[in-house]
């Protein structure tokens, strides 16, 4: 008979992507931690997929904050975090067609209360991204403090900073069972874990993880968004290396230079249930059309294709906080389109929401937005949530 590997800690967090790793990176100086993750590798769902960009103007009201207090981290992060930069200069560009400057003008008076961004006539918006064909782009607005993240940097210097402290990460182990007696006890491969404090950082199967646990979900709902890469002549490459990430403002798709290539994304949101996200052709060959009909790109096959997926709250604010109606089960999921960009800040936030530290005012108002009781149940602040 085999006996089980028996492991005694302070926290267990299941899900090995950013969210669950930069929580493991905050935590590991207070506490014990033990880290799961089912696959081989961290970051092998939505945090390995992404688009890495961090844009301020962007996302809900506690979305736009986190990010805003994310970005020092960003540029200088703790000595030894990391041997390369975590963020390069990129730029975000917002654009619009002649039928959609009412909703361009909106966009752009939101993004002047959060950041610095700089309007842009036409003459203006093909000089800033000659690719663009005039008839698609009568107008935009730079965001120039945007940054390309270096996602793998970001994650491993989370890990490094969980690993130094002693925090142990178990990868290739799918988490089979929860039990709460007491502490929780997690089964997972020839693993059992016992702690104190669980957390559900598994984020596109958060209410997976939930519901394991005998516990209600939040109505967290994957979405799948795919993309593509494009390759370029060699030139072209060359000269559209610095453009910035360029979204139309319909959210109809996307494109940023991308080591050489171009990438292209439709933007979309199809619902999903967890799973290793694939992309479909025809949302491909969609997201190509719109951006060639966009663009003076040469046609070209895409180089690579990918899908991922980003898991929303009703409210499209994270979910994090402990549940009140099981003592010590911790939520930290729902990250949406921005977990990398806000990761640094909601770590944090996170940490000292599971700790029980005090919070500056700013991270109270931020912990009721985020508070998995705010689904109209009074919170564990003792107020009903109100939106941020
Ligand atoms: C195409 C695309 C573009 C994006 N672009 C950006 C961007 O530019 N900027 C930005 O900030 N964000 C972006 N995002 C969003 C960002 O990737 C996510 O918000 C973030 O990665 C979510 O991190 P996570 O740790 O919650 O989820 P994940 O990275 O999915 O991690 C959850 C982990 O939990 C593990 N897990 C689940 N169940 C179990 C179990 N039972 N046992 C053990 N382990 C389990 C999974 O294997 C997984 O590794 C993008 C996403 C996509 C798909």
């Known amino acids: ?25 905050r935590l590991a100086p ?28 962007y996302g809900s009201r506690a979305i736009r904050l986190l990010s805003t207090r994310s970005r020092a981290f960003f540029e200088a992060p703790p000595a030894g975090f990391s041997a390369v930069p975590l963020v390069h200069p990129r730029g975000s560009l917002v654009f619009a067609g002649s039928d959609d400057r009412d909703r361009l003008r909106k966009e752009y008076a939101l993004a002047e209360r959060i950041t610095t961004v700089q309007w842009l006539d036409q003459d203006a918006l093909l000089t800033c991204c000659p690719v663009l064909r005039p008839e698609a782009a009568a107008a935009g607005f730079l965001e120039p403090g945007a940054r390309d993240i ?26 089979s069972e929860i039990r709460h007696a007491g502490d929780w006890l997690v089964i ?6 016992r702690a104190d ?31 593509a890469t494009l390759p370029l002549p060699p030139d072209l490459a060359r000269a559209t290396a610095d453009l910035p990430v360029a979204t139309a403002v319909d959210e109809s798709f996307y494109f940023k230079p991308e080591a050489g290539d171009m990438l292209v994304s439709l933007s979309e949101e199809t619902p999903l249930r967890p799973c290793d996200a694939y992309p479909e052709d025809l949302d491909i060959a969609t997201a190509l059309e ?52 806000t990761a640094p800040a909601l770590s944090a936030l996170a940490a000292s929401l599971l700790l029980q530290e005090s919070l500056d005012s700013s991270g109270v108002a931020l912990a009721r937005a ?15 949530c109100s939106a941020l």
Not at 33 to 57: C, D, F, Q
């Open 150 to 175: 270096d996602t793998d940097a970001l994650l491993q210097g989370f890990a490094r900073m969980a690993r130094q402290c002693g925090t142990r990460i178990l990868t290739g182990v799918p988490v």
């Open 290 to 341: 719109r951006f060639h009909e966009a663009t003076t790109v040469p046609r070209a096959r895409p180089k690579a294709s990918w899908a991922g997926l980003r898991t929303f709250a009703a409210d499209r604010n994270p979910v994090v906080g402990y549940e009140s109606t099981a003592p010590g089960f911790f939520w930290c999921a729902g990250q949406g389109g921005y977990g990398l960009q």
């Open 370 to 384: 985020l508070s998995p009781e705010r689904f109209g149940i009074v919170n564990s602040l003792g107020d009903r």
């Open 197 to 227: 404090v669980l957390v559900n950082a598994a984020g596109a199967w958060a209410e997976e993880v939930a519901h394991r646990a005998g516990l209600p979900g939040r109505g967290l709902q994957p979405m799948r968004r795919t993309a």
């Open 30 to 57: 207070h506490r014990d931690v033990v880290v799961i993750e089912m696959e081989n590798h961290l970051g092998t769902h939505a945090t390995g997929r992404s688009a890495a960009v961090y844009i301020e103007a």
């Open 188 to 193: 997972a491969g020839e693993w059992e874990i």
């Open 1 to 25: 008979m085999d006996f089980p590997m028996v492991e005694r800690a302070d926290v267990v967090i299941i899900g090995g992507g950013i969210a669950g790793i930069s929580l493991a990176g």
